[in-house]
């Protein structure tokens, strides 16, 4: 009776501590050696439950003689732990006991080599599985097609597949997915063309397959095709079209999936999070946070990461904070999503006070939590604890530094003033630093002044990258800066005969839930035409109040009234003017639309902004900077106009209604934050801008 209550007591335990207890009710009882019991306790404990297979090693280890079942359970646990080479030892130790092992142990060790993606291992275990007669069994062959891929070789997972005699159609999912793991598209295609027949795993392998492949073209053909779509065929889908950029499809498909049925899980609501984000779309994913609480998704870190990555791409800090103060198990994940968020928003203070709350709460940080909290130092002018913790990062983490925490270190010296420093830091690199690092030290130059180093690295990247544009860009705007006009001529005539063109810079802002992009100069659309005519009134205004145009930032050699034509119609401030025309006056209460008007205004009245942040995309469209610049304020913000202009936008929304303009969301992406861009600068859009804590640095310098 007490091996019958132990059973059925196990099959109600939820939780580690209920099984402990369990446990001593059985040592009480003494059903604690009875191998059935002992059996139930061993998988509940390696395979239930997470994070408990030290236990399940302490009660394998107090059996005298376990039999097969209890070395393949513990194999399993190891297979799906973070220690799969361990299943190696416990399969020693079986053949040790003379234990004979059957066709599950040889599938669950396999699986354990498929996370290890060790081709040598899976070629002995496979010898010993023909040794003991198993491997015709089709559970060995399949796992040995995928141990094979995973260990790169798509020639040893074919020859094992051509050699099974009827294969079904686990088998042939697993040559699909070892040939598309292997970067064979077309032998996956021609494979499942010819698979007498299919099941929707079959087409979520392609279409992940493809996916992973950049073949957007070719997944999104193959999603239609798929005759009963399931939640992973529409999730694979959605993120697809995230990582492509396809974000206003993300959103197509997110509702069209809600239509057809399929309630959205936590990967369906990550990957349209992730959308949200990268496009600004704040209203939008208020929404679907407002879903989170509704459908008890709260609870998942994922999601929660999720969102405190969206609010803080948003400007919403607050909300990120709160959202970051709920999760109850806080991973190296969410503690470096909230350091990112302080560090792209210039709270690198912060974020470092955060980063050693993280060391306090014993989560170790990984090479991507050292990236975060440099960009924080670099961004906020910490230059001695960005070293301090470069150093530890090395020195008691033992984490090699990569490319990213290099380029971290360049920026770091970089946006400091230290020029020197910065170069001397890439030639003492242990690995070869590649166009990334000397651009962000380019870049550095152009903010510096720095014309002789920055000929000097200009020829580096010319010999790696020598057709990015934006390099030509970066050199010269510094020309511009330095007044040297033939030289910017030489440089533009360069770009010309090697056929370079400059990618336009761009600005969005989301109104009523729809998010709309602008570009200086494109007047071809009704939206366009609303701000460039807002745009005008607004400058009209200010003239007849005095106002004269900064034209200092355009770095062409123009007459002074088109410098002023180009300097007033940014697409920043034409977003912003788009935004005063469609927005209730009473929304310009919320953060993130008084900081737009008030920057906006700033941009006008004063010389030097005040503080200002700008968002800039990479012509290679890979890399974002961010850039907050505390500055000298030379003119007293006009607070009665602002006054004004809130008056009669109330009148002019009293008078009639807001027009609807329901224009599908920006196919444009909004990547996450990097080192410095180094083509922030650029020759027609350019905020060319020297905080006072880098003059202090430059003088202490000289």
């Not at 209890?70 to 732990?81: A, D, H, K, Q, Y």
């Not at 030290?441 to 990015?468: M, Q, T, W, Y």
């Amino acid at each position: 009776m007490s091996e019958m209550r132990c059973v059925s007591l196990l099959e109600k335990c939820r939780s580690l501590n209920c099984l402990l207890q369990i446990h001593g009710y059985a040592i009480k009882t003494g059903c604690d050696t009875d191998p059935f019991v002992l059996s139930k306790f061993l998988l509940f404990s390696a395979i239930t439950f997470s994070d408990t297979m030290d236990y399940a090693c302490l009660l394998f280890r107090s059996v005298p003689q376990p039999d097969g079942f209890m070395f393949n359970t513990v194999i399993r646990g190891f297979s799906e732990s973070n220690m799969p080479y361990q299943s190696i030892s416990t399969y020693a130790q079986m053949q040790k006991q003379g234990v004979k092992p059957d066709s599950f142990t040889f599938a669950f060790l396999l699986k354990s080599l498929i996370n290890c993606g060790s081709l040598n291992a899976s070629r002995q275990v496979h010898c010993h599985a023909m040794k003991h007669g198993l491997d015709p069994h089709i559970f060995v062959r399949t796992s040995l097609i995928t141990a094979y891929a995973a260990g790169g070789s798509i020639v040893c997972a074919r020859q094992v597949f051509d050699e099974m005699r009827v294969p079904n159609v686990v088998s042939y999912n697993a040559m699909l997915s070892a040939c598309l793991r292997c970067s064979e598209v077309d032998e996956a295609r021609r494979i499942f063309d010819q698979m007498p027949w299919l099941n929707v795993t079959s087409w979520n392998i392609v279409l992940s397959g493809y996916m992973d492949a950049n073949e957007f073209e070719l997944a999104s053909r193959l999603f239609y095709d798929i005759p009963r779509k399931d939640l992973v065929s529409w999730n694979t889908m959605i993120i697809g079209c995230v990582q492509a950029g396809k974000l206003k499809l993300a959103f197509e498909l997110f509702e069209e999936m809600r239509l057809d049925g399929f309630s959205p899980n936590e990967v369906s609501i990550t990957g349209v999070l992730s959308a949200c984000s990268q496009m600004g779309a704040l209203e939008f994913g208020k929404m679907i946070h407002g879903y989170i609480d509704k459908a008890g998704f709260s609870h998942i870190v994922t999601v929660n990461n999720a969102l405190i990555d969206l609010y803080g791409k948003c400007g919403n800090i607050n909300m990120a904070s709160h959202v970051f103060d709920k999760i109850m198990n806080k991973g190296v994940i969410s503690w470096t999503v909230m350091i990112e968020v302080l560090a792209m928003h210039g709270h690198g203070v912060e974020a470092v006070e955060l980063f050693y709350k993280m060391l306090e709460s014993g989560v170790e940080p990984d090479g991507v939590t050292f990236v975060a909290i440099l960009y924080a130092c670099s961004h906020a002018g910490l230059t001695q604890e960005g070293v301090e913790l470069f150093n530890m990062m090395k020195d008691c983490y033992h984490i090699e530094a990569s490319m990213e925490h290099y380029g971290c270190m360049v920026d770091l010296y970089g946006r400091a003033g230290f020029l020197d420093c910065a170069f001397e830091f890439i030639t003492h690199m242990p690995i070869k630093p590649n166009a990334v690092i000397w651009r962000t030290l380019l870049g550095a130059c152009s903010i510096h002044g720095d014309v002789i180093l920055a000929e000097h690295v200009k020829k580096r990247l010319s010999e790696i990258d020598p057709e990015n544009s934006s390099d030509y860009i970066l050199l010269s705007n510094i020309y511009a800066i330095a007044g040297k006009w033939r030289d910017v001529a030489v440089v533009r005539k360069s770009m010309a005969e090697r056929k370079m063109r400059k990618t336009p810079g761009w600005s969005m802002i989301e109104v009523d839930k729809v998010v709309f992009s602008f570009v200086a100069g494109d007047k071809r659309n009704p939206v366009a035409e609303v701000a460039y005519e807002k745009l005008s009134e607004i400058i009209n205004r200010l003239r007849s109040e005095g106002y004269v145009a900064d034209v200092g930032p355009v770095l062409h050699d123009i007459e002074a009234e088109d410098k002023e034509d180009s300097v007033s119609h940014h697409s920043e401030k034409l977003a912003i003017a788009f935004g005063m025309a469609r927005l209730h006056p009473e929304r310009y209460t919320d953060d993130r639309s008084r900081n737009h008007l008030m920057g906006f205004l700033n941009n006008f009245y004063l010389s030097h902004l005040l503080i200002r942040r700008v968002y800039l995309l990479d012509p290679g469209g890979t890399s974002w900077g961010f850039y907050c610049c505390s500055l000298v304020v030379r003119t007293r913000f006009p607070w009665t106009l602002f006054r004004e202009l809130r008056n009669a936008a109330r009148e002019e929304s009293n008078m009639k209604q807001r027009a609807s303009v329901k224009l599908p969301y920006s196919d444009s992406r909004e990547a996450s934050i990097g080192p410095t861009n180094a083509t922030g600068n650029t020759l027609h859009e350019t905020d060319h801008l020297e905080s006072a804590t880098v003059k202090e640095q430059r003088a202490i310098c000289n």
